[in-house]
């Protein structure tokens, strides 16, 4: 309790999302980084579309060392697509904090339409 003058704010919102996985980049699910923030993940639903023989590639990206790498990855194929998928189903983690949080999905050829939403609060520092 260094800094008992110091001043959080709270912050809380629920958003949907709906994006297309394509196969020539890594589309933002979630992207959350603004300077001097932290964030905390309380919850998410991510949902693809039968890619029949393609992939559909979910990627976390986290703060390590100062510096955004993937720490998880899961793969939507057509045996799980009827799957709601969750955070902790995804990254086996029911809530994340960090002041840097990515979540990307990918297709492995051809675009296939992804649904959800994530909620999560934030704190400026």
Known sequence: FENRN???SLYFASVPVNINA?????????????????????GLVLKGVD???DTITVRLYELVNNVLVNTATTTITTANFATYFTLNSLFSRPTMASPNIKITV??????????????????NN
Request: negative net charge; hydrophobic residues 40%; aromatic residues 14%.
């Open 106 to 123: 990918q297709a492995s050829a051809g675009t296939y339409a992804i649904t959800g939403q994530y909620y999560y609060s934030k704190t």
């Open 51 to 53: 890619p029949g023989a």
């Open 6 to 8: 110091r001043c959080l």
């Open 22 to 42: 394509i196969a020539a980049s890594e589309t933002d699910f979630l992207n959350l980084a603004v300077a001097s923030t932290d964030y905390i993940i309380q």
